[in-house]
């Protein structure tokens, strides 16, 4: 065949492949990004319990039905399908789907249907009823060990068992809570209730809010509508005051831990000592810079001892219990910021402080557990500046670590004793999800399942990571989403899209950069360059990169977006004079912060449920990076947007849920009434009865409203004819080419440890 004969047969197949590429819908882009246009995963993906063997669910010609792989015999698939379950009890007839399943053994698990718990036996093939819960059950905390379900009933805590209900608080007083999440859900605090290993007992936090200031939101659905305060402690006033308790579920005796010191400090990292006769809590000062981990009777209450103290000149982050060595050892792992990173170091209850048991400039993330023998442990970490996640494994005896996965990118992993094996689940910029078996004792990888591109059909663009280097040599990750055809010749408006908080981190190596599809959209949709820098102050990039922000929220992450700015109006294809910003939450107050406070550089802004004055926030979060009003009012000065309404300069429009509990209304309406005064125009719309963000199908009117508003008010700010761009010096200090790599999202085959 003629070689240009054939070159042209590629060029037009390559032609028609990119014409059948389909124009990405807001919609689609909203509604499909977690579904059709997603990586694969296997569902339900679990270890089984004392057993090298995993459950997943996969779908033949009969529908989904729950498959057993085991590693230790020559049967290597047993399956349930949805009959099967259907038959296995008569109360199950309606049951219309595979439900999630919790292994409770190793030839059991159990499932809820409704408000019902069951338990399977794989040997029997017989669903056995286990539970009813009421309707009004929530915050449902079931144990495996005795089959039990604590859960709470509006203020009380009450436990399901085979026998009944159990009682376990009948509080009538207006204030007081149990069994519920405290410290609004800061310091890894996540439920109310902490079973003991063997299930008999139950610590649950009760707390007391009466002393919080009511803070009023409104029901609008009903006629009239109606008020529905929560309690809200603002930073500065009183917080609610929190105790533990402990119920014997055999006896019902009820104990309450003895815990002197001020009433507002918090009571975090709750763990139960192996042999269940003691209790462990971190009492932490509400300056959030001393902590010491207690030992509590059981049965009494009372204190026996303080096992360590650790603090700070600035905050502590105190977000994991203790993890206690299997087989009673008296060793445990605790973690700590204490050399600068959160690592691990091995404790024991008498001897105290052993060694540090990882080490490196990273952040350890998940603890997976520890080995069959009890000699190791293995955790990921976040490595690569904050942009990857690797598993390690590291020694209990002496420290000595072990990297396991090698490939950049996200790792997440779970780990089988029994089997003495992983399960990792891989994603990259170039990998859209790998999931594998990593046998550990060959090193071997058996891949469950992989990913092409599943956005092959459709037009998306190329996504490019870069880095930026400030003063002082810190390294800040950059995200850059170019349109499908983007032309280096031409000059293109800019979104700045921007968080930049702490305990948030926008930016990291997996499949799409971590960017919502809505961005993808706006970039092809409207020839948009968007763009986002994780500036100092933001996760997983050590205690000294976040806490820069100390007392001065507001200010050195801005430093760091206008870093980002220079580095954007160095390159010939962007027009500087067409910059927006968007940002929601912490992002809200940023991009309030970029508009007001160093106003002219961005023409346009859409703030979603912004801070606006820090004293209206919440406590807990407030005070770790502000101190109290009254301790830091520079600070909170300073901070506070309501001053500097007047300055604005550019098209502002601020976004409101109706009842936002976390950023409560106020800070938006609070603003709209300095600029009425100010004589400022400001443009402001409120999502009524959405709470501190727009989820679910109002979420495509929500970015609809902030793409339409960005868009049309930038086009009075576009040059009257576009031209090609004149090449530009560029003395910008950062990584990445001034054109993007169109091979940035690819098909790629597995890679390999």
């Known amino acids: 065949m003629n070689l240009r004969f054939l070159l042209a047969l590629l060029l037009l197949s390559s032609m028609s492949q990119a014409q059948e590429k389909k124009e990405l819908s807001l919609k689609d882009a909203v509604l499909k990004q977690w579904t059709e246009y997603a990586p694969k995963r296997v569902n339900n993906l679990s270890w089984l319990i004392d057993r090298p063997a995993y459950s997943f669910l996969e779908e033949d010609s009969t529908g989904l039905r729950l498959s057993i792989q085991y590693l230790d015999s020559a049967r290597t698939i047993e399956y349930i399908n949805l009959e099967q379950l259907q038959a296995s009890h008569s109360e199950l007839n309606e049951l219309k789907r595979m439900p999630r399943i919790t292994w409770v053994s190793a030839n059991s698990f159990v499932f809820?249907?409704?408000?019902?718990?069951?338990?399977?036996?794989?040997?029997?093939?017989q669903s056995f009823y286990l539970i009813e819960l009421p309707e009004e059950a929530e915050n449902v905390d079931f144990n495996s060990e005795n089959f039990m379900a604590a859960f709470t009933n509006g203020n009380n805590l009450r436990i399901g068992t085979i026998e009944g209900i159990i009682d376990v608080t009948k509080d009538s007083i207006e204030g007081i809570v149990n069994g519920h999440a405290v410290h609004r859900f800061e310091f890894g605090i996540s439920k109310g209730t902490y079973w003991s290993p063997s299930g008999r007992y139950l610590a649950y936090y009760r707390k007391d809010e009466r002393m919080v200031t009511d803070y009023p939101l409104v029901d609008i659905t009903t006629k009239p509508a109606q008020l529905r305060s929560i309690k809200y402690p603002m930073a500065g006033d009183s917080s609610h005051q929190v105790s533990i308790r402990i119920i014997d579920v055999a006896t019902q005796k009820q104990s309450e831990l003895i815990i002197e010191g001020p009433k507002d400090?918090?009571?975090?990292?709750?763990?139960?000592s192996p042999n269940e006769e003691s209790i462990y809590v971190g009492i932490l000062n509400r300056d959030q810079s001393f902590i010491q981990m207690n030992e509590f009777s059981r049965d009494s209450g009372l204190l026996k001892r303080t096992l360590f103290e650790e603090k700070d000149s600035i905050y502590l982050q105190t977000n994991h219990p203790m993890e206690f060595v299997p087989l009673n050892s008296g060793e445990f792992l605790w973690r700590s910021e204490a050399d600068g990173f959160d690592h691990f170091y091995v404790h024991h209850i008498d001897s105290g402080l052993q060694f540090q048991a990882s080490k490196g400039d990273f952040q350890t993330d998940q603890f997976l557990g520890f080995s069959s023998d009890n000699k190791s442990f293995f955790f990921t970490a976040s490595t690569n500046d904050g942009m990857d996640r690797q598993v390690y494994r590291s020694s209990l005896d002496s420290f000595k670590q072990v990297l396991i996965t090698e490939t950049r990118g996200v790792h997440s992993a779970s780990y089988n004793s029994k089997a003495n094996a992983l399960i990792v689940s891989h994603t990259s910029l170039e990998n859209p999800l790998t999931t594998y078996l990593l046998d550990l004792d060959s090193m071997t990888r058996d891949t469950l399942i992989h990913n092409e591109n599943p956005m092959d059909s459709i037009e998306f663009g190329t996504i490019e990571f870069s880095k930026l280097y400030t003063s002082d040599s810190t390294i800040l990750n950059t995200r850059m989403i170019y349109p499908e055809s983007f032309d280096s010749s031409k000059s293109y408006p800019v979104l700045l899209y921007v968080y930049n908080g702490p305990g948030v981190q926008l930016l990291t190596n997996r499949w799409r950069g971590g960017a919502p599809m809505w961005m993808n959209y706006m970039a092809n949709k409207y020839d948009y360059l968007i763009y986002t820098v994780d500036g100092r102050g933001s996760e997983n990039r050590g205690k000294d990169f976040e806490q820069v922000i100390f007392?001065?929220?507001?200010e050195v992450e801005m430093d760091d977006q206008f870093l980002g700015v220079d580095y954007l109006k160095s390159l010939p294809y962007v027009d500087s004079n067409r910059l927006a910003v968007h940002g929601w939450s912490y992002g809200g107050f940023m991009t309030t912060s970029l508009m007001m406070k160093r106003p002219g550089t961005f023409k346009v802004g859409v703030a979603g449920g912004p801070v606006i004055d820090w004293k209206y926030y919440e406590i807990m979060y407030t005070e770790r990076y502000m101190d109290r009003p009254q301790d830091n009012p520079e600070g909170y000065t300073k901070a506070s947007l309501l001053d500097k309404v007047d300055s604005l300069s550019g098209d502002l429009m601020i976004i409101h849920g109706s009842i936002d509990d976390v950023v409560v209304p106020q800070h938006s309406i609070d603003m709209l009434k300095k600029s009425v005064e100010a004589g400022v125009q400001l443009d402001f719309f409120l999502y009524p009865m959405h709470p501190h963000n727009v989820r679910g199908r109002d979420r495509i009117?929500?970015?609809?409203?902030?793409?339409?508003?960005?868009?049309?008010?930038?086009e009075k700010h576009a040059?009257?004819?576009?031209?090609?761009v004149e090449e530009k010096a560029s003395e910008a200090t950062n990584e990445v080419d001034q054109?993007?790599?169109?091979?940035?999202i690819k098909?790629?085959?597995?890679?390999?440890?």
């Open 112 to 125: 809820r249907f409704d408000r019902v718990f069951f338990e399977y036996n794989l040997e029997d093939k």
């Open 739 to 744: 054109e993007p790599s169109k091979s940035s």
């Open 265 to 272: 400090q918090y009571l975090t990292n709750i763990q139960w």
């Open 701 to 714: 009117h929500l970015m609809e409203k902030v793409i339409t508003y960005i868009t049309e008010k930038m």
């Open 719 to 724: 040059p009257a004819e576009v031209l090609p």
């Open 747 to 753: 098909k790629t085959e597995p890679k390999k440890d």
């Open 551 to 554: 007392r001065q929220l507001g």
